[in-house]
């Protein structure tokens, strides 16, 4: 789910393709005609090694043709390989470890140390729990590795984008599929909306 590249707008987005539902609705219900999204696949959070490369060719990609790039993703699983490639690129991205931190607030979410053994779910995750969760970890094949995998976890959190009742229901059994407690915690977009906003008042 991308917007078209138009080369015409001031301001490119480069998003994970998991966050692209949710941009999009920003832009539209803020009427940022001025921004251009472009998503990289969602499956590279399988192969965050390969995330600084997508980015920086991306970057290169559409440099040329926009006033500015802001790059819509949090380190996720980089190591910090992505930040030194934006500096070194001269585009600033969001901030936070990953998109469940930002969803709830990097500064609310550094609060749950006794989160450690807790699972999340977003909106997207939810969505597509067969194949970003339970096909890659082979359980759709081995549902024994269930208890291997998730032994140590204690309880699924889902960060709620929407008010859904489906997605709702759909997470308190990805919940149960998972052998784990339930918790329902409603983020709306968080830093990802503030950021957004921060980035489309920028000239």
Not at 48 to 71: C, Y
Not at 78 to 84: C, I, P, Q, V
Not at 96 to 112: I, L, M, V
Request: net charge negative.
């Amino acid at each position: 789910m991308s917007a078209p590249v138009n080369d015409a707008g001031r301001v490119l987005l480069i998003a994970c393709g998991a966050l692209a539902r949710e941009i999009l609705a920003l832009i539209r219900l803020n009427g940022w005609d001025h921004m251009t999204l472009v998503c990289l696949p969602a499956n590279l959070h399988l192969y965050p090694d390969r995330i600084a490369d997508a980015v920086e060719d991306t970057v290169k990609k559409h440099a040329a043709s926009f006033q500015r790039i802001f790059v819509a993703y949090a380190d996720c699983g980089t190591g910090g390989l992505l930040r030194a490639r934006c500096d070194a690129l001269g585009v600033e991205m969001i901030q936070g470890p990953h998109c469940y931190s930002f969803y709830e607030g990097n500064d609310t979410f550094a609060q749950h140390d006794d989160e450690i053994t807790a699972f999340y779910l977003t909106d997207f995750l939810v969505r597509q729990f067969d194949a970003f969760v339970w096909k890659p970890m082979g359980l759709d094949r081995h549902p024994q590795l269930r208890d291997m995998i998730f032994g140590n976890y204690t309880k699924l959190v889902y960060q709620a984008q929407t008010d859904d009742a489906a997605l709702r229901a759909k997470a308190e059994e990805c919940a149960r599929r998972l052998d784990l407690d339930y918790e329902y915690r409603f983020t709306g977009y968080g830093e990802l909306d503030t950021t957004l906003a921060d980035v489309a008042k920028k000239k």
